[in-house]
């Protein structure tokens, strides 16, 4: 492999680990708060058409991907309101924000189809090409594990995660740590998306996640719930895109769509060779709805 | 995820028809409004729908045909979660279905009808059976949780779709759009009464009845129903737990791949990609929505197949695009969703 060929696979493997990495650090924090939320893929989609006409109608990438955060943030409200608020199952929340997402996505990106953005622009520093959420990736998942395993906060989220009720002992109030993780990552999840339509492709296509928002959930099991182990994770998952489109490139003959398999495979393979042992860094309180105490 | 999430996940459908109306009412109220907002006229859209649907015999016969997924994708979903797994890979599994189903139909052309489909209805059940298969081995070995895996797979199985009809079997007639070699005519499940509604309406209907009958009256859906309660217990008192994760598992994967032969077989006639507008995932909603009786699982099916339709009509008759339909049903399920269970919550 020539070397210039490993720098392009290797600069278009960060590229798309990007939105990977924003909405696998959404879900992380939503999970360490005992929240399973499946629809990071719909939150992502309302991120990617919201911040793809924002940009579109500002001609502001910036704009673009403060409406991506905010559109997601508020969908990812309805969800919180009703696991948390309302104790529905999580499962089957989540799996309804996904279609919610696919279709409010498809109503809002409908006008904007063909249409022609600036792109987020690439920003060298040190001699490295890429926009700015991509560098912000690596101070954000450092900002998120000292939040959550150095700062008061964090203790009492991770303890929501765990115990509700211990945590409510221990003076904490759980549902409202629970709304601020749920939140968070709606917020996360949009700036994901966005960077998918606003710095990737710079278009806006149905379903054009592509089931990253699942795959986004399975990087925070691969991480095992660390936010430090979601950018090598979320690289990995960048790497097999990368490399399909290298190859492609490259002339060689490979079908895209075994190519595309590889991440999902991968993860499940990754998961299976763990075992159970992934299991004990899983919160405790994962999924299970808080009643409340007596 | 918890164990317990049999009991979460699928409470028994408790809902008062008034309660239901006005669920319903609200809903579309509030899509009306998006719909208002997007620049459509909701009320026409809301007419078109029931005259499509209820004004005339096609109409009402293509609300049948899409019911048939429907039933099948959530029964595949009720039948584990009467042992507390959750299967999430409907939608995997129809793939599959479908797949194996178009190589039986592609490899044996002159076969006449009588061999033919109840060997592409075999293989069908095999493909979204061994689909369903490697997550329910992965969870009786405890090493992955059938909700991750089985997501997972629903991934893959299209891909191996679009690999097969872009390469060794793409038509050589149609070029400019990748799909299978047209089936023959053996191969396409019969329709009845010169309409669309097809032979696949009978799997939905056995494979329901089935469900029911044996949840109800055999020896495996007591054992079955024990496992759900608690697995530990029905371990110590000799249930084969394994070997009922692993059978129950591939049995609703064979189930869901039914859903796929008939979708290919009867409709399509030949094998494409977007084969399914997300039933797998709208069979999960069901069957939660329906609890665990069949006759739920039926007539959610059949409001589903009518929120479906209405997506039809709003594509043709006001230019939007038919992902728009899921925020109806999403709107619908948030407002059951808000429902449920607060009564149980101590305030």
């Known amino acids: 492999m020539t070397a210039a060929l490993l720098a392009g696979v290797v600069s278009s493997a960060i590229l798309s680990a990007v939105s990977l990495v924003y909405a696998g650090l959404g879900e992380l924090v939503s999970e360490r708060a005992g929240i399973v939320n499946l629809g990071v893929e719909g939150l992502m989609l309302i991120g990617a058409s919201v911040g793809f006409a924002a940009t579109a109608a500002t001609g502001s990438p910036y704009l673009g991907i403060a409406a991506a955060a905010l559109a997601s943030t508020l969908a990812n409200g309805l969800f919180a309101y009703v696991v948390i608020g309302r104790k529905a199952n999580q499962l089957a929340s989540g799996l309804t924000l996904m279609f919610f997402g696919i279709g409010v996505s498809a109503l809002a990106g409908k006008p904007f189809i063909g249409d022609i953005i600036q792109g987020l622009p690439r920003i060298p520093v040190l001699g490295l090409p890429f926009d700015v959420l991509t560098y912000l990736t690596v101070p954000l998942a450092v900002l998120l594990w000292w939040l959550l395993f150095r700062t ?143 | 995820m918890p164990h317990n999430a049999l009991a979460i996940a699928f409470p028994i459908a408790g809902t008062k028809a008034g309660r239901a109306v006005a669920t319903a009412l609200i809903a579309l109220a509030v899509f009306g409004l998006l719909l208002a907002a997007a620049g459509k006229d909701p009320f026409r859209a809301y007419l078109d729908t029931l005259a499509y649907v209820f004004g005339n015999a096609y109409g009402f016969s293509e609300l049948l045909v899409r019911m048939v997924p429907l039933m099948l994708t959530a029964t595949a979903v009720a039948l584990p979660a009467r042992i507390g797994l959750i299967n999430v890979g409907g939608e995997g599994q129809l793939y599959m279905g479908a797949l194996f189903a178009t190589g039986g139909a592609i490899a044996f052309p002159e076969q006449p009808s009588f061999v033919l489909l109840p060997l592409m209805t075999l293989l069908g059940f095999a493909g979204g059976g061994l689909w369903a298969l490697l997550p329910g081995l992965l969870r009786a070995a405890r090493l992955v949780n059938e909700t991750i895996s089985t997501l997972l797979l629903n991934y893959v199985a299209p891909l191996i779709v679009s690999y097969l009809i872009f390469g060794p079997w793409r038509s050589s007639e149609s070029a400019a759009y990748p799909e299978s070699t047209a089936f023959s005519d053996a191969a396409r499940l019969p329709a009845f009464f010169h309409t669309r509604i097809h032979a696949g309406l009978l799997f939905g209907i056995v494979c329901l009845a089935l469900f029911s009958f044996f949840m109800a009256k055999s020896r495996w859906g007591l054992e079955m129903r024990a496992i759900g309660g608690n697995p530990e217990a029905a371990r110590r008192l000799g249930i084969p737990v394994f070997r009922y994760t692993v059978a129950v598992m591939a049995i609703a994967g064979g189930v869901a791949g039914l859903a796929g032969m008939s979708e290919v077989s009867a409709i399509q006639g030949r094998l494409v990609m977007g084969l399914s507008p997300g039933y797998g995932f709208a069979g999960f909603l069901v069957a939660w929505l329906a609890g665990t009786s069949a006759w739920g699982i039926a007539f959610m099916s059949f409001l589903f197949a009518i929120i479906a339709s209405a997506g039809d009509i709003l594509q043709f008759t006001q230019g939007v695009p038919y992902a728009v339909i899921n925020v109806l049903m999403a709107i619908v399920l948030f407002i059951v969703l808000g429902q449920r269970q607060s009564r149980r919550a101590p305030r």
Do not use: D
């Open chain 1, 152 to 294: 008061r906060w964090g203790l009492a989220l991770r303890a929501t995660g765990e115990s509700p009720a211990v945590a409510f002992a221990a003076g904490k109030r759980p549902e409202m740590l629970q709304y601020q993780a749920v939140l968070i990552g709606g917020c996360l999840a949009g700036i994901g998306g966005g960077h998918l339509s606003i710095a990737l492709t710079r278009t806006w296509a149905e379903e054009m996640t592509a089931g990253r928002g699942f795959i986004a959930i399975a990087l925070v099991i691969f991480a095992k719930w660390n936010p430090l182990l979601v950018i090598p994770a979320a690289l990995l998952f960048g790497a097999a895109e990368a490399l399909q489109l290298q190859l492609q490139a490259a002339g060689i003959n490979l079908s895209p769509f075994i190519l595309s398999m590889v991440p999902y495979l991968l993860t499940l393979c990754i998961l299976a060779f763990w075992g159970w042992r992934r299991q004990t860094a899983a919160p405790a309180g994962l999924g299970r709805t808080f009643l409340g105490v007596e």
